[in-house]
């Protein structure tokens, strides 16, 4: 004999898709009636679907500057930046967000650095530096 909560999920399940049967029927019956609605409203709203899921992610990428969210009970649990084990998620461990660039920039300052010094001898710099240009 099935519980409640099972017996609730079929009506459910039944429910929603009799209530689909009925409403791809009414779509089809709208877009016989008018399928030049339809050919305009398509675009429009794709574009507007693709035009906000982008805005949404450079959002995500640079905001919040710092780190918004439920704080870990634990202190072992809490977010650190510049740790031992390496850069955190821009998530955290429980419930939060800061932008991916923001919460990235230590490792991404270090590493130019480290690039730049590779490449970029100092005295080599300053040996090609004209003193009376300088001063």
Do not use: H
């Not at 899921?53 to 870990?72: A, C, E, I, K």
């Not at 710099?125 to 001063?135: E, I």
């Amino acid at each position: 004999r099935p519980g409640p909560a099972v017996a609730a999920l079929g009506l459910g399940a039944a429910a929603t898709a009799a209530l689909s049967q009925d409403l791809r029927q009414t779509a089809r019956d709208r877009f016989r009636a008018n399928p030049w609605g339809y050919a305009v409203a398509t675009p429009l709203t794709a574009a507007f679907v693709g035009w906000f899921t982008n805005w949404v992610g450079v959002q995500m990428l640079f905001y919040p500057l710092q780190w918004r969210g439920v704080p870990s009970p634990f202190p072992f649990l809490r977010r650190r930046p510049c740790s031992a084990l390496g850069d955190l998620p821009p998530f955290g461990p429980l419930l939060g967000w800061q932008g991916i660039v923001p919460a990235k920039a230590p490792r991404m300052a270090r590493d130019l650095v480290e690039v730049t010094t590779d490449l970029v001898s100092v005295p080599g710099t300053l040996q090609n530096l004209d003193p009376a240009k300088v001063a």
